[in-house]
C-alpha cells in the first residue's frame, strides 16, 4: 500500500522556510561555484589581490577549499568588507590569532562565533598578535553579522597599510617546486595519506561532515591533499598553521600522516581511557602515543582502533552546525538545548551520555530539504521504466505530482498500496521517491510491538537510542524523504507500549510537525516526510490509521502480464546481477510461461522471480565450472608442451579450450569478445523441453482437484491476502430416517462462514420444496459440507450461493457444469449480495481454468472497469435472485 501523506500544515511550514530554503539555495549555489556571482562578476585574478582587510581568527586557521563562518561585530569592518564584497575584490586576509590566552579576548565571543575581537585590538597591536601567514578568503556572503569565507590562497603579511579596519599588504605565497626525482616519494606518501585519510573517514562521522564543506575534492593534487588532510584531520590550530606555513609539499604530507596517525590513536585512547579522553586530550597525545602502541599489541586488533569512540570537545559539534546555525536553519529551541551540552562538554563533563546525545542531534538534516521534482513527464518515464502494467496506481501517483506542480507543494494524502505479496508495493514505492527525486527509507513496521522503536528510548540510560524516524533522518541527510512503512497490516499489539499510537501521532498532520522523540526530547519537524504505507490486508489496519489513508489496491497479475513483467524486468535484472552477458542466455518465451502456468501460481512474481534467479544462478555456476576446467587444462597442456620442448603439436582440444578460456575471459571480466570466441560461445538456451534441468519438477499441485466436478461439489471463488483462490463446497450424504434432516460442517470454518452454510441449507431446502414438494430429501437426510483445504481458516459469507448449488447438486443427484465457478452471499430469501475482491477472483478463476463466472448483479461495474487482458475469454453473468444461479448451474445439456 503506497501512502502518500503530507500534513496540511506543510503549507505554512514550507511559506515559513521558504525564506530560510532560498537563503540556503543562495548560499549554497555561491559554495559549489567558485566562480564569482552576479555581485562579484568583476572580481580580479586572485594574484592581484595583495592589499586585504586582516582578520584575525581565534580557533582555528583557514585553510584553503574550506568555508568558515565568522561574526562580525564592528560595524566599521562590516562595511569595508561589503564594500569588498560588491566591488573589485571580494576578498580578505584571515590570520590565525597567536595567542587567545587574554581573557579579555576569549570572553568577547559566545560559543557559536568564531570570533570577533576587531573591535578590542586595533591597529599594530592587532598586527603583532596574529600571524604573519594566513588565507586569502573570498567573501561568500554577508548577512547581518554573518560573514562567510571560503579560503582561496596562502598570503604573508609584508606591511600594514590602514590601522582601522587593520588593513595590510600581503604577498601569495607558493609552494616550493618540487624535484622531479621527489616525485616518486611524495606520491608515495601521498597515496600513505589517501588511504589513512579514508580511515578516518570511516572512523567517525564528525569529519566525514567537514568533508562536505570542502570545495575541491574533485581536483586532488599532492598539494591540495596535504590542505584537504588538515582540514579534516582534527589537529590543534598550532598544527593546522604549521601545515599552512609549510611550503614544502612533501613535508606538508608528512605532517598530515602524522597528524592523522595522532588522531587514530587519541580515537584508541578514548576508548581505553574514556574518563580521561574527556579532558582535552591534544597534549595527552604525543606521550600516549607509546602506551596506545603498546595496548594496541596487545589486544592485536588494528580494527579496533577504528571502531572506538573519538574522543572531541564541544567543537567539534560546533563546527558541525555552525553553517546550519549561520542559515538559521536549526529551529532556536535545539540551538538552546544544543548550546546547553556544548557547555557541558566545555566544563569537562563529557560522559558518553552526552556525546552519544550530541551525536544524533547535531547530525540531523536541519533545513536541508531535496528539492521536489514535479515533473509529470519524467515521473511517468520513470514509472514505466520500472514497472509493467499498475495503471491505476501509476495514474494516482502522476496525480499527486501534478498536484505538486500547480501548488508547488505536495499536499496530498497518505497512500497505503494494499496488495498480496509480490505486486510490487514496495518496489513502486521506491520509484516515487525516484520520480520525486527524494530519498528513500523502509521502515519495516510488521511485528513491530514497542512504540519505542518509533518514538525512541528515554535518556535514563546510557544504550538509549533515538527512534526509526530519527534514526532516518540522520541516514537520509534530508528532512523530506520518501519513508515506506511497510506491512502496516502486521503492527504488533500491545497494550503497554502501545505502536499503533506512536504511529498515528507520526502521521497525524496535526502532531508530526513538532513530532517527540523521547531521546532527542526536542520536537522535530516531520511534516515534509513523504509517508507511503504497504499492507496485505487493509481489514487488518484499525480504523483510526486507516481514516487517515487512501488505499490504492494491486490486485495482482494476470499471466499475460506476469509476461511482459518476466520477459522485459526480471529477466534483464536478474541477468545484470548475475553479470551474465545478454548473448549467454536466451529464455524462450515457452519457458517463462510454463513457470508462470506450473510453478509459481501466485498473484504476484515474487516466486517467478526467485525461479529466474534460480536458472541463472545455475547458467553462472556451469560458467565458472567451464572456466575452472578450461584454466586447468590449458596449464596441463602448457606444461606437457614445455615438457615435450616445443615438439608437441596443438591438439584440437586444446585449442578448443583456449577458445573456451577467451570466451569466459570476456564473460567475467568483461574484456571484448572476439568473432571467433562467439562463435564458441556455450549460449544458454532455456526452453520447456530443459527447464526441468534448471528449476526442478514443476512443485506447482494446481487448485483444482477435480477434472469432473462429482454431484454435491461446487466450485467458489475466495479472496485472502495472498490474492484470489478457488476453493471447492463439497456436500456428501450421511445417513437418512424420517425427521433426521440436518447439517454437519467442517473445514476449518468461521462463524460467519457457518451461519453462511445454516442459511444456505434453509434456503436449499425451500427451493427443493418450490421446484418439487414431494421431494423430502433435506427433510430426512443428514448432510455433511466440507470445505477443504481443512487445516486453512476461512471465512466470510461469499461462498453462499456456492454452498446451496453444491446441496442441491446432491440433492438433485445432478453434478453442475464443469467449468462454472460462483461467489455471492445470497439471504434467507434467496437474494445476492455484492462480494469484495472481483479481480483477485477473476484471476484465481482463469488460473483454474474456469470459463463461466457468476457474480453479483451488484459488482458489475468492478467486472466492467477491470482490463480487457483480466475479461477476456471468460463467460459472466450477473445474478441479482438464486433462481439465476439455478438456471446457469443446472440448466444445461449434458
Ligand atoms: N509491474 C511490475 N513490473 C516490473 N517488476 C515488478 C512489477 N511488479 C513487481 N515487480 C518486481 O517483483 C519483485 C517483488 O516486488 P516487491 O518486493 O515490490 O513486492 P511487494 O508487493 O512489496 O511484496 P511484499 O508484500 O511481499 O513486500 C520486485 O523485484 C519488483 O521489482
Request: a negative charge.
Amino acid at each position: 500500500m503506497l501512502k502518500l501523506f503530507t500534513s496540511h500544515h506543510v503549507a505554512s511550514r514550507l511559506r515559513n522556510r521558504s525564506s530560510h530554503k532560498l537563503a540556503r539555495r543562495a548560499f549554497l549555489s555561491t559554495l559549489t561555484d567558485s566562480k564569482p556571482t552576479d555581485t562579484v562578476s568583476a572580481k580580479p585574478c586572485l594574484e592581484d589581490c595583495q592589499t586585504v582587510i586582516a582578520l584575525p581568527l581565534l580557533r582555528k586557521p583557514l585553510i584553503p577549499g574550506f568555508y568558515m563562518p565568522l561574526y562580525v561585530k564592528d560595524p566599521k569592518i562590516l562595511a569595508a568588507l561589503q564594500e569588498s564584497k560588491s566591488g573589485q575584490a571580494p576578498y580578505a586576509g584571515a590570520f590565525l590569532l597567536k595567542d587567545d590566552k587574554d581573557p579579555s579576548i576569549s570572553s568577547s565571543y559566545s560559543s557559536f562565533e568564531t570570533v570577533n575581537i576587531l573591535d578590542k585590538l586595533k591597529g599594530k597591536e592587532l598586527l603583532n598578535k596574529i600571524h604573519q601567514v594566513g588565507t586569502l578568503a573570498q567573501i561568500l556572503s554577508i548577512q547581518g553579522e554573518q560573514v562567510i569565507l571560503i579560503g582561496r590562497k596562502r598570503l604573508q603579511i609584508t606591511e600594514m597599510v590602514n590601522e582601522d579596519p587593520l588593513t595590510v599588504k600581503t604577498h601569495h605565497i607558493k609552494d616550493k617546486p618540487y624535484d622531479k626525482k621527489d616525485k616518486v616519494i611524495i606520491k608515495a606518501t601521498y597515496f600513505e595519506v589517501i588511504s589513512m585519510l579514508r580511515e578516518v573517514l570511516e572512523t567517525t562521522s564528525l569529519w566525514r561532515d567537514q568533508v562536505q564543506t570542502y570545495t575541491q575534492a574533485n581536483d586532488f593534487n599532492y598539494n591540495k591533499l596535504a590542505d584537504f588532510g588538515a582540514g579534516i584531520s582534527g589537529a590543534n590550530k598550532h598544527k593546522i598553521q604549521e601545515v599552512l606555513e609549510e611550503l614544502d609539499v612533501h613535508k606538508r604530507l608528512d605532517l598530515i600522516k602524522k597528524q592523522v596517525e595522532i588522531n587514530k590513536i587519541q580515537v584508541f585512547h578514548a576508548s581505553i581511557f574514556p574518563e580521561s579522553a574527556a579532558k582535552t586530550v591534544e597534549d595527552k597525545k604525543e606521550s600516549t602515543l607509546k602506551t596506545v602502541e603498546d595496548k594496541k599489541e596487545e589486544s592485536g586488533s588494528a580494527k579496533y582502533v577504528k571502531k572506538t569512540r573519538p574522543s572531541v570537545s564541544a567543537d567539534k559539534f560546533r563546527e558541525r552546525v555552525d553553517i546550519k546555525l549561520l542559515m538559521e536553519e536549526i529551529p532556536k529551541h535545539v540551538v538552546k538545548v544544543m548550546e546547553e551540552n556544548f557547555e557541558k562538554l566545555d566544563r569537562g563533563e563529557n560522559s558518553k551520555s552526552i556525546y552519544n546525545y550530541l551525536d544524533w542531534l547535531t547530525a540531523l538534516p536541519w533545513g536541508k530539504c531535496s528539492d521536489d521534482n514535479f515533473d509529470v513527464l519524467r515521473a511517468e518515464k520513470i514509472l514505466d521504466e520500472d514497472h509493467y502494467g499498475l495503471r491505476d496506481v501509476k495514474e494516482r501517483i502522476l496525480e499527486f505530482i501534478a498536484v505538486g506542480t500547480l501548488t508547488q507543494n505536495p499536499e496530498g494524502k497518505i497512500i497505503c498500496l494494499s496488495g498480496p505479496p509480490g505486486v510490487g508495493k514496495t518496489s513502486i514505492a521506491r520509484s516515487v521517491a525516484r520520480a520525486l527525486g527524494r530519498k528513500f527509507f523502509r521502515l519495516a513496521v510488521g511485528g513491530l510491538s514497542d512504540s519505542s522503536e518509533i518514538k525512541g528510548d528515554r535518556r535514563v540510560y546510557s544504550e538509549a537510542m533515538p527512534g526509526k524516524m530519527v534514526q532516518c533522518l540522520k541516514e537520509v541527510g534530508t528532512e523530506n524523504p520518501l519513508v515506506l512503512l511497510d506491512e502496516i497490516d502486521k503492527l504488533g499489539q500491545s497494550r503497554k507500549h502501545d505502536p499503533e499510537g506512536a504511529l498515528l501521532e507520526l502521521l497525524d498532520p496535526q502532531q508530526n510537525a513538532h513530532f517527540l522523540d523521547y531521546f532527542l526530547d526536542v520536537p522535530i519537524d516531520l511534516s515534509k516526510v513523504l509517508f507511503v504505507c504497504t499492507a496485505n490486508d487493509t481489514d487488518l489496519i484499525s480504523g483510526p490509521l486507516l481514516d487517515r489513508m487512501e488505499v490504492i489496491e494491486l490486485a495482482g497479475y494476470t499471466a499475460d502480464e506476469k509476461m511482459h513483467i518476466a520477459r522485459d524486468y526480471l529477466v534483464k535484472t536478474v541477468q545484470r546481477k548475475c553479470g551474465i552477458k545478454p548473448e549467454q542466455v536466451d529464455v524462450s518465451d515457452g519457458a517463462l510461461l510454463f513457470l508462470i502456468e506450473n510453478y509459481c501460481r501466485e498473484a504476484g512474481v515474487r516466486n517467478l522471480q526467485k525461479q529466474i534467479e534460480k536458472i541463472f544462478r545455475k547458467i553462472a555456476l556451469k560458467l565458472v565450472r567451464q572456466q575452472a576446467a578450461a584454466k586447468e587444462a590449458m596449464a596441463d597442456l602448457k606444461s606437457s608442451e614445455a615438457a615435450a620442448k616445443g615438439s608437441i603439436e596443438l591438439t584440437n582440444e586444446y585449442l578448443r579450450l583456449a577458445d573456451v578460456l577467451k570466451v569466459f575471459e570476456y564473460a567475467v571480466g568483461g574484456g571484448p569478445m572476439s568473432e571467433e570466441s562467439r562463435e564458441v560461445a556455450e549460449n544458454f538456451m532455456i526452453d520447456e523441453s530443459n527447464l526441468a534441468d534448471y528449476v526442478g519438477k514443476p512443485v506447482f499441485r494446481g487448485e483444482r482437484i477435480y477434472g469432473q466436478t462429482p454431484v454435491g461439489v461446487v466450485m467458489g471463488l475466495a479472496w485472502t491476502s495472498m490474492g484470489g483462490s478457488t476453493l471447492y463446497i463439497e456436500t456428501t450424504f450421511v445417513e437418512e430416517g424420517e425427521g433426521k434432516g440436518g447439517l454437519h460442517i467442517t473445514g476449518h470454518l468461521g462463524s460467519v462462514m457457518k451461519e453462511s452454510a445454516e442459511i444456505a441449507h434453509t434456503v436449499a431446502r425451500r427451493i427443493m420444496f418450490d421446484k418439487d414438494p414431494e421431494n423430502l430429501f433435506f427433510a430426512n437426510s443428514k448432510l455433511h459440507l466440507h470445505v477443504p483445504e481443512g487445516a486453512t481458516p476461512k471465512d466470510g459469507p461469499s461462498a453462499g450461493c456456492t454452498m446451496i448449488t453444491s446441496l442441491l447438486s446432491l440433492a438433485m443427484k445432478k453434478p453442475v457444469r464443469n467449468d462454472l465457478a460462483m461467489t455471492g452471499e445470497v439471504t434467507l430469501t434467496g437474494r445476492i449480495l455484492p462480494i469484495g475482491g472481483l479481480k483477485e477472483k477473476t484471476m484465481a478463476a482463469r488460473r483454474s481454468q474456469v470459463k463461466v463466472i457468476i457474480f453479483p448483479e451488484a459488482n458489475r461495474r468492478d467486472f466492467e472497469d477491470l482490463e480487457e487482458s483480466v475479461k477476456e475469454g471468460l463467460d459472466v453473468h450477473f445474478v441479482d435472485e438464486y433462481e439465476q444461479i439455478f438456471e446457469l448451474a443446472f440448466g444445461y445439456d449434458h
